[in-house]
Structure formats: structure tokens, C-alpha cells
């Protein structure tokens, strides 16, 4: 297992490369402003749990519509990440943390640290926990 592996593309393991390969699939369907495509990245089923300052949303039914009524399309910007850090806590589970950036169509951006714990089913990547601020 790895501890705490700075992803800049290059990664350790298999199980390392396809969580950085999930987060860049992030990035790149948000930039399309396709969100049910981002949320499909989440768990399936019920489980996919997202963390807010003053509530948590469980299933990607609720994440969905957290993020249609609070990130519309023609407000999503371009995401993107940074400073990726990973440890394998187990064969199934890898937790993540790192930078996440949103760049405005009027030049403003928002940023903040980000965790994230992912889950393997079936032998693919999801996000599990989304914990951003």
C-alpha cells in the first residue's frame, strides 16, 4: 500500500492510477458542463454520501440535485485539481485529499481543499465520501 502518494500523473499502483483517472474524468465532464456525467462518477446506488457545512446528501439522486440547483450549466466554470495526495487504507478503499479549483466565465474563481474517500465496485473507481469546503 501506498502512503500518501502525490499524484502529478505518475502513480504507484494500478488502484492509484485509476482513482487519478476518475478525478481527471471529473474535470473533464464538469468542463463540458455535464453533471449527471460527474455524478455517475459517484458510487452507484444509495451509498455515495456528500458532506456539507450543514448537512449530508447519501445516493447520487440527492447529489444530483444538489448540484443542478446550487452549480447550474451556465455557472459550473472549469474545474480542475491540484496537490492530489492518496493513501490505500485498504484493498477497496483509498482516501484522497488535494486542491480543487473552479474558474469562472468572468475570470472569478473559487477554491478549497477537498477530501475524498474512494470506493472500488465491481473492480472500477467511484467517489464514496465527498468532503469539500
Known sequence: ????????GICQTADE????????KQAEVWNKGDIEAYVDL???GDSARMIL???VLYGKDSILAFYKKYWPKERMGKLSFSKIEMEQIAPDYI???GIFTVVFNDGKRVSGRFSSL??????KWY?????SG
Open 1 to 8: 500500500m501506498a502512503l500518501f502518494v502525490t499524484v502529478t
Open 17 to 24: 492510477k485509476a482513482v487519478y483517472e476518475c478525478f481527471n
Open 42 to 44: 459517484y458510487t452507484p
Open 53 to 55: 457545512k450543514e448537512k
Open 95 to 97: 482516501f484522497v485529499t
Open 118 to 123: 474512494s470506493k472500488k465496485v465491481n473492480g
Open 127 to 131: 467517489i464514496y465520501t465527498d468532503h
